[in-house]
Structures are given as C-alpha cells and as structure tokens.
C-alpha cells in the first residue's frame, strides 16, 4: 500500500528543530497517488514556524519519497510562505534559489546546527547513568545496546563522527574528544539542549492538535 510506503520513507525524515520524524509529530497531512503522480501534504503546528524550518523539511520530505512514483509533488498547507516554499520545490530550486538574497543563511548550515544539537542531546540520554568516574574512559563499545545508544550512533553517523567501538563516546560539537575537566560543562549543556528539544516537541505537539481538531475528528 502506497501510504505504508510513504510513511516508512518518511520515518527518515527528521523536523530539524525537534529532532523527531514529521511522521510521528504528525506533520504528514495527506497521501494520495493518482496514476504516476504521488502528492503528499504536510502541515506544521502554526502557520508562523520559521521558513528556514518549513522548507528544510518539505525539501527532505521530497527526496525521501523520490523512489516510490515517477512524479512527486510535496505541498506544504497553512504556512504563511506556503506559495513560495511549494514553488521552490516544485521546481528542486533549493533554499537560496527560493528565496535569493533574503536568504540570509545556507540550508545545509541550519542543518548542522541542529544536527549539532541533536548529537549533543543524545551524547547526554545515552551516558546518563553512567558514573561519573567511567567518563572518561567510555566508548561507544562501553554502552549497552538501548534505543538512546543507537539514537547516538545515527546522530554520529549523520555529522561523520567515528562510530567505531573504540570511539570515544564524549566529543564536542567537531567530533573531537572532550578533555576530562570539560565534561562536567559539556553534559550540563548537553543536557539542557535536550530538555528543550523534548519541551519544544510536546508544545509542538498541543499546537497541532488545537490547530487540526475538527480535522482530526472528522
């Protein structure tokens, strides 16, 4: 079935901010394939979420979901800039060719500013119970095998960390070893960006909810 394709795609594709599936944030409003042609609606918690955020995430949606029909059309609904982002992809413009001058800042620099950040608070979810005397030494052969080891591993992988069993479990943001007097600072950082992505999500969430609620019960 073409929706069970579409969202197992779609599992991949990360909201940048939130660092969680658009498909479990419910951000995929619709799915319909018409002989070739595969459209998929997304939709976003406000009509006000950053363009930068908007189009990061119907652009990956698109290049996810390019395999699965000859033709595929992503819309993005009820966004303030939903005409001009759809019309970038629609034609694979990309970010700075949808938007020229007014894009102040590259996609694939916002990108690595939130992979960054989802590295960092995964980093902190998969040592949490780890003494702090262990640290130092830890590797990524050292952690047990959980949902918050492979999240860590996904999130190096992606940033083109060393994700080799001897490999350091602690680096900073470049992928380099902490030294040990860091670490107490870097997990209490790590920890905080963590907290935020999970309050963000779950805000997220609400919004979608009271936004869509007729839709949802329909």
């Known amino acids: 079935m073409i929706e069970t394709a579409v969202f197992k795609a779609l599992d991949e594709v ?51 979901l390019r395999d699965l029909a000859e033709h595929v059309v992503v819309v993005l609904d009820d966004h303030h800039d939903s005409d001009v982002i ?14 020229g001058e007014e894009a102040s800042r590259d996609l694939e620099e916002l990108r690595l500013t939130f992979q960054r950040k989802a590295h960092a608070a995964a980093m902190e979810r998969a040592v949490r119970d780890v003494p702090l005397d262990r640290l130092r030494s ?20 992606a940033l083109g960390f060393d994700s080799g069993p001897d490999a350091p479990v602690l680096v900073d943001d ?26 963000n999500a779950h805000f997220c969430r609400g919004l979608l909810r009271t936004r869509y609620a007729m839709e949802e019960t329909a």
């Open 138 to 157: 830890l590797t990524l052969s050292d952690l047990p095998a959980s949902k918050a080891t492979e999240a860590l591993r996904r999130r190096r992988s």
């Open 86 to 99: 759809n019309r970038g992809i629609a034609a694979d413009a990309g970010f700075v060719g949808t938007y």
């Open 174 to 199: 470049n992928g380099v070893p902490l030294p040990p007097g860091q670490l107490p600072l870097r997990l209490r950082f790590a920890r905080s960006v963590g907290i935020s992505i999970e309050g």
């Open 14 to 64: 990360m909201d940048p901010e939130l660092d969680e599936p658009i498909t479990t944030l419910g951000f995929v409003r619709s799915v319909d394939l018409t002989g070739d042609v595969l459209t998929v609606h997304l939709r976003l918690p406000t009509a006000f979420c950053s363009p930068n955020f908007a189009y990061l995430m119907a652009s990956d949606a698109k290049d996810a």
